[in-house]
């Protein structure tokens, strides 16, 4: 089955303590993207990727990093958590980039305390 | 900064009535896709379309798309209750080669009661 997968699903972590959300994809997908959803706020997109080795920023980049070292992962690091990083995390992956359909995960919730 | 704006912010309607969201963006794009997202779960693509299209069909759902105004609507006919969701408008971005970037609005929810 086609799909994109997070892990973890949720996660309860204290602020400093450095975490990794995990995403994968079995698409042979080129770009993967990862996005942060706060009420009111709608998906503001956090990192992308459109290959293997490329990486780059989106509107929130801040307290983040990433890293693409095969096409089928993109995890998400954290390496000083915040409370302001309390959100709901999706990752998203598609063939080419932004411009088609993308694939969402079903969403990572973290809190940070 | 956000790119698309839904409007309304919330809908409520009655089974087999439609439903009519708009979504307004700033700069010239490539494509405009609409997604939509069950309570606190990812989203799902509904649709696409190109900058060089008008009008769009799949199943009850209806886009279109004024490239002049810089907007689109989503028409989802005979609502269902199943229909219950938050919608949301992405586009990408028309300006050189940024084809990373992609900007979704705050959504629109919609909620339709048996």
């Known amino acids: 089955e086609a799909q994109v997968t997070q892990n973890p699903r949720y996660l309860i972590t204290v602020t400093g303590k450095k975490l990794t959300v995990t995403c994968s994809q079995n698409m042979n997908h080129e770009y993967m993207s990862w996005y942060r959803q706060d009420p009111g706020l709608g998906l503001r997109q956090i990192y992308y990727?459109?290959?293997?080795?490329?990486?780059d920023k989106g509107d929130v980049p801040e307290g983040y990093k990433v890293s693409r070292k095969e096409k089928r992962n993109f995890p998400l690091i954290l390496e000083s958590p915040s409370p302001n990083q309390t959100s709901l995390y999706f990752c998203?992956?598609?063939?080419?980039?932004?411009?088609?359909?993308?694939?969402f995960g079903p969403g990572t919730r973290l809190t940070v305390l | 900064s956000q790119q698309g704006e839904e409007d309304p912010q919330a809908l409520s309607i009655q089974e087999g009535e439609n439903a009519t969201m708009n979504c307004s963006y700033k700069t010239s794009i490539n494509n405009l896709q609409w997604y939509r997202q069950n309570s606190g779960r990812g989203l799902v693509h509904l649709i696409l379309?190109?900058?060089?299209?008008r009008e769009k069909h799949s199943g009850r759902l209806r886009v279109t798309l004024d490239t002049s105004k810089k907007s689109s609507s989503l028409l989802i006919t005979a609502s269902r209750a199943a229909d219950t969701a938050s919608y949301f408008c992405a586009t990408d971005e028309h300006r050189g080669s940024t084809l990373g970037r992609l900007y979704f609005g705050r959504g629109t929810q919609l909620t339709v009661w048996p």
């Open positions: 379309i190109r900058s060089n299209e």
């Open positions: 990727s459109m290959n293997v080795e490329v990486t």
């Open positions: 998203a992956s598609s063939r080419g980039g932004a411009y088609n359909e993308q694939f």
